[in-house]
């Protein structure tokens, strides 16, 4: 992460754009931050749990280029028991899950949906019964953050069945993310498309997300 940033202050550099100040200075503090806390095995500041009991981990690129990768990690029982009180529920079938979640059924099919699919079983018992997709702010795009088994065996066994379904934002439930390192790399990257679509994109200079927003100090 530390040398892709680099790379980006370069990349940056050369546009001219008149926010190169801004940029530069958030990923330089970005470098300064992985080189403090990158390595460490600590739990995210803003987590309210020892540990987790059910847990999914998510493989995302690292945008634009999306030739790098990591992980992040969330507490899916906390989201369930403390973070989804307000939803409302909705039911969609297989077929319109799989629209609505095209672009992450598509990158995840062969780390995830593949292996599933292999070994899915008709009524396999569940402890929740909602499907959450998350809005992932990032990449722009819908996931299932949890229930692909649940979607998976609709999809194979009852496709006209209507599921449960919870829609979140992924900057709604960065409280759920377990470890720090999940918690630095969310908020960098989510940043990092900032820049990207106001200097490449054309669009204005959105609010940053700051690690100060979460009484975390650097």
Known sequence: MIQYLEYLKRIFFTTGTKYIGIILSELTLYQKVYLKYGNLKQNNPVYPKDKPKIWNTHCFPIPPANEHYFNLTWDI??????????KIIEYMAAEEIKKFCEIDIKASEERSFKEIRKNIKPKYPHTYQEILIAFYQ???YDMILDGRHRYI????FSLNKKLPVIHLHSDEIISALVDLNS???YIIVRNIKVFYDCV???KSMRPLLQFSDFGVYI
């Open 77 to 86: 029982g906390y989201i369930y028991e403390s973070l989804i009180s307000d």
């Open 138 to 140: 990032p990449l722009e």
């Open 153 to 156: 065996e609709a999809e194979a």
């Open 183 to 185: 918690f630095l790399n």
């Open 200 to 202: 490449f994109g054309g």
